[in-house]
């Protein structure tokens, strides 16, 4: 029976970053980041907390390291996050990196 249920997607938590420095680039800008917990990883969601709101949700488009393109940075670096749907970055901006991932259901109700 078990088997029969569709699996359910559930918000799975990568890491946490803090906005440092906002650098003007050609139409819009960059954040330079640093992360402070787990890791960052390109083409997974984000979103950018700014006094105890969310200003933006969406997709990390463009991850830097020392001006080359990366896939990942992991906490205790420094990073340059582009986004093309935002560019309102602000010093002290917290960017929270999480992805979805879809988990079997079970009969025993909501599992942990």
Excluded at 28 to 33: L, N, R
């Amino acid at each position: 029976m078990e088997g029969l249920l569709e699996p359910e997607e559930v918000e799975s938590p990568l890491g946490q970053a803090e906005v440092r420095a906002v650098f003007p680039v050609g139409r819009g800008s960059v954040a330079g980041c640093y992360v402070q917990s787990g890791k960052l990883v390109r083409n997974r969601q984000i979103r950018v907390h700014r006094n105890d709101r969310v200003v933006y949700q969406g997709s990390l488009d463009s991850l830097k390291r020392i001006k080359e393109d990366v896939r990942e940075v992991n906490s205790g670096y420094e990073c340059g996050i582009g986004v093309d749907k935002f560019n309102d970055w602000q010093e002290g901006d917290v960017i929270e990196a999480y992805e979805m991932v879809m988990k079997r259901r079970t009969l025993a109700g909501k599992s942990s």
